[in-house]
């Protein structure tokens, strides 16, 4: 059974950082892109960023370039989030999630998802 289990969720204040971590229970996980996505209250799911399957490739939504990096230790089979210069607007819940092929901006492309952790950004 695949699992995906975010932490490092929490409060902080703006221009803080947080750093989540994603670990994954799934077979070949060197062979999944990895996806952040985030979501608040009556909105749609967002997409943060995504890593390739290596590591070597990473993508991220125009909202969080220049403060957000994704990287991955497939050794550990986790993934991490790095949220520098946090801002209010980056309160949501984040998942992780795991693909293989489709477009990868898109929920739909991706095969599993976590359950979510809760990040909160004050002013």
């Known amino acids: 059974q695949v699992q995906l289990v975010e932490s490092g969720g929490g409060l902080v204040q703006a221009g803080g950082s947080l750093r989540l971590s994603c670990a994954a229970s799934v077979r070949n996980f060197d062979s999944y892109g990895m996806g952040w996505f985030r979501q608040t209250p009556g909105k749609e799911r967002e997409f943060v960023g995504v890593i390739s399957w290596s590591g070597s490739d990473t993508y991220y939504a125009d909202s969080v370039k220049g403060r957000f990096t994704i990287s991955r230790d497939n050794a550990k089979n986790t993934v991490y989030l790095q949220m520098n210069s946090l801002k209010p607007e980056d309160t949501a819940v984040y998942y992780c999630?795991?693909?293989?092929?489709?477009?990868?901006?898109?929920?739909?492309?991706?095969?599993?998802w976590g359950q979510g952790t809760q990040v909160t950004v004050s002013s």
């Open positions: 999630a795991a693909y293989r092929s489709g477009d990868y901006d898109l929920g739909p492309s991706y095969d599993f």
